[in-house]
């Protein structure tokens, strides 16, 4: 099936640096999600992307929607250490096609 | 505040038994969708619901089936639950089929 390429897939990092992660996708996709998951609870969304070329923040995050359409980009700048957590992307292809979700990246922050 | 329920939070049973969990929204939203977490996969899709009666299989249906009589709840029924089912099952609801919020997950554990 159809399969997004999220990477890294871990990263231990030290408090106060900056983070990038993105996921890469041999289709085009029309939207792209990028969701945070806290040990024990479900994945919580943080960003929507609906337009190639899109830059969108929220807080001290920053995603983008890669002009291809096949890769999406998210970036934490000065992580703490509550960034902690498996950062999901999610894609969807056309306006009523079912998302596709990444395998994650883990982040560890260390004091 | 609108949100979306699951129950039980954590299950454990026996290969064979019939299993069924909970997910309910209070969101009013048409779409609903059944997920498994498991580690190396990511999230799969089992199955989705764009209405009232209306449900469809997903990348991992077997052994899965779901009903929707309402537009709060979706109840996930394992026929016969297998080793193989162990997981953590994330239940998603939307007003669009691409923003999905998801429920705090149920963790199952067949024995």
């Known amino acids: 099936g159809q399969q997004l390429n999220q990477s890294p897939q871990s990263m231990f990092i030290q408090e106060g640096e900056d983070v990038s992660m993105n996921c890469t996708s041999s289709s085009i996709f029309n939207t792209w999600l990028w969701y945070k998951q806290d040990p024990g609870e479900g994945p919580v969304l943080l960003i929507a992307l609906y337009k190639a070329g899109e830059l969108t923040s929220n807080g001290r995050l920053t995603a983008q929607f890669g002009i291809t359409r096949k890769d999406s980009f998210l970036n934490i700048s000065a992580s703490i250490p509550s960034d902690v957590g498996i950062y999901f992307c999610?894609?969807?292809?056309?306006?009523?096609?079912?998302?596709?979700f990444g395998k994650g990246t883990k982040l560890s922050v260390k004091p | 505040d609108a949100e979306i329920t699951q129950s039980p939070r954590h299950k454990i049973t026996e290969t064979g038994r019939q299993v069924t969990l909970a997910c309910h929204q209070t969101w009013n939203h048409n779409n609903m969708f059944w997920y498994r977490q498991d580690l190396g996969h990511g999230l799969r899709l089992i199955h989705y619901s764009y209405g009232v009666h209306d449900t469809n299989k997903g990348e991992v249906s077997d052994g899965y089936s779901v009903s929707r009589s309402n537009t709060e709840d979706l109840p996930l029924t394992l026929e016969s639950a297998a080793s193989s089912q162990t997981s953590v099952y994330f239940c998603?609801?939307?007003?669009?089929?691409?923003?999905?919020?998801f429920g705090p997950g149920t963790r199952l554990t067949v024995l």
């Open positions: 999610a894609g969807q292809r056309g306006s009523q096609g079912n998302l596709i």
């Open positions: 998603a609801s939307s007003r669009l089929t691409d923003t999905q919020y």
